[in-house]
């Protein structure tokens, strides 16, 4: 099978070093995600989390802590935003305590009107896949993130984790 080559990413045209600012703070989580993935599932879990986010690098940057509790175990991880002034895009990486070492395929792109989006090729289970974290921050009281994945560069999506936030600090 040919590895997934993932389409340009262009930014848009209000991409801009402010587009995260909506999530600065502290935010009790709501999460639900499908049980098993890429797997025609069904069956949705749901929990609660806490994020925490504050800008850094002169807003050109900022760092994600979140907090929850898996199968009675802590678990942490933290996103590291990065906006390159040149190109106009975001690109993320993700670090967790199930894998503490730094993502070897971020995902990069930009926000429109209050939805972001931004992509990777990933791989799960031994299959290629292109990875989409979506922010839409159109009610910034109450942002939502979700997370696709897609076996056919991007044709269609399976929408397997939501996160609904409410600001409690």
């Known amino acids: 099978m040919e590895p997934i080559t993932l389409f340009k990413i262009q930014p848009s045209t209000t991409s801009s070093h402010d587009d995260f600012n909506f999530l600065e703070g502290k935010w009790k989580v709501h999460n639900r995600k499908l049980k098993t993935r890429l797997n025609n599932c069904t069956e949705w879990i749901e929990f609660e989390s806490e ?55 971020p995902v990069t792109g930009s926000f429109d009107q209050g939805l972001g989006k931004l992509y990777a090729n990933g791989n799960l289970n031994g299959k290629d896949i292109v990875v989409l974290y979506q922010w839409n921050a159109q009610n910034p ?29």
Request: proline residues 4%; negative net charge; charged residues 20%.
């Open 51 to 105: 994020l925490h986010m504050r800008k850094t690098l002169n807003g050109f940057g900022n760092v994600e802590n979140y907090y929850a509790t898996f199968d009675g175990q802590a678990f942490e991880g933290m996103a590291i935003r990065l906006f390159d002034p040149q190109t106009k895009l975001w690109t993320v990486y993700w670090i967790d305590t199930s894998n503490p070492a730094m993502d070897e395929h």
């Open 141 to 169: 009281r109450h942002p939502v993130w979700s997370q696709a994945f897609s076996e056919n560069n991007g044709e269609t999506w399976e929408w397997n984790w939501e996160m609904t936030l409410t600001k409690i600090g």
